[in-house]
């Protein structure tokens, strides 16, 4: 989520990548490769962020490495980090950190290789100057390398629209939608049409919109600001819940992934980790999703950074890697396999991105779509706290979908809830 959604909500994915082998320790004929040892690299991510593919090249152009992928949940996977900083074991060899929590990372970043140690500031120029600064502690430390960003657009499903007499070419169904009220008006005439729901969830909702906002969570003075963007994003969900036309599923749980197979929703919001998932869980559905604009216009909703934690045994070994995945050959693959779009602009103008079409989504052209969404992103401060918060804000949003709180009473407490994260 992202959330590459990142399990995002994702979200995705947006949505963590974890490349996961033993405890980090090398192997038992040692982890120098000079020795000419064997080295097992430990990968800690969430959703797909296309790494299967280049584990097998990669290991077959360095025969003494072994990369294990551990995709878990996204927000597991990010507290079990934490847990691995505090007690100063454990932790895998490479991590993948989404954009809601590596400004809680970066502040730890005594805990993680200085990447400018071991050369990379070679590439600062390469990238989006603010996804380069993101990942950068208060002292100029760099803990990680950027993966990719997520620009928002919104999937839908070509056919149920079709079934409710809804237009299905994506220029059209994108003035549908011009602001979040006319999105959810579409999503009851869907409803009404169909007598099935419109949108897969509401935090699925809360987070572009949130993402859209001048201000989220926080402010850059770390002071928590929920009568802001997180309010507006509030409303939009809680609008859509009782209007009827969310699933109500939670994100990137097996019932959601269940919705997408039973076309229990038409519709979801899509950064472009998302895109992955999407034909991961539904390899059936090809060619009946597009990809339209999405209401309010931009926004950045996850998008990740590639670190090392220092109490990894095989530091030189996973810079290496880390240093090979983010070359643009690399890039422009994940890019092709699961959607993920680079955070290096310099790719954007690439005909292998540019000229690029999802045969998957109905030929759309997601190098134009979201190569767009990403020169035009203004993104957001996210706070140290604000992975939690966020997470804490979804679970209220989430009992209100299954029904053990009135939208009445939700944003008092996602405000208490906050609050509670924010201290914790």
Known sequence: MGRSARSAAAVGLVAALALAGCSGQSLENGGDEASGGQVSLKINFWGDMGLDKLKAKYEAEHTNVKIVLNSGEYNAQHEDLQKKLVAGSGAPDISAVDEGFIVQFRSQADQFVNLLDKGASSYESKYLGWKWQASQSADGKQIGLGTDVGGLAMCYRTDL?????????????????????????????????????????????????????????????????????????????????????????????????????????????????????????????????????IPGGGGNWGGSWWTIPKQGKNVDEAYKFVEWLVQPEQQIEVFKTVGNLPSQPALYKDPAVLDYKKEFFTNAPTGQIFAATAENLKPQYLGKKNGPTRVAVENVITRVQQGGLTPEAAWAEAVKEADKASKA
């Not at 939009?236 to 819940?241: G, L, P, T």
């Not at 959601?256 to 038409?266: E, H, I």
């Open 161 to 293: 629209f079709k079934a409710a007499g809804l237009p299905t070419d994506r220029e059209s169904v994108s003035k549908l939608w011009p602001t979040w009220d006319a999105f959810i008006e579409t999503g009851k005439k869907y409803t009404a049409a169909t007598g099935k729901k419109f949108v897969d969830s509401g935090t699925n909702l809360f987070n572009p919109v949130l993402a859209q906002q001048p201000v989220g969570f926080y402010d850059p003075q770390e002071a928590l600001r929920m009568e802001g963007g997180p309010k507006v994003a509030f409303d939009v969900s809680m609008k859509a819940i009782e209007a009827g036309i969310s699933a109500n599923l939670a994100s990137f749980q097996p019932n959601w992934d269940q919705g997408f197979k039973k076309d229990q929703f038409a519709a979801l919001a899509c950064p472009a980790w998302m895109l992955g998932h999407i034909q991961d869980t539904a390899p059936d559905q090809k060619g009946k999703w597009d990809i339209a604009n």
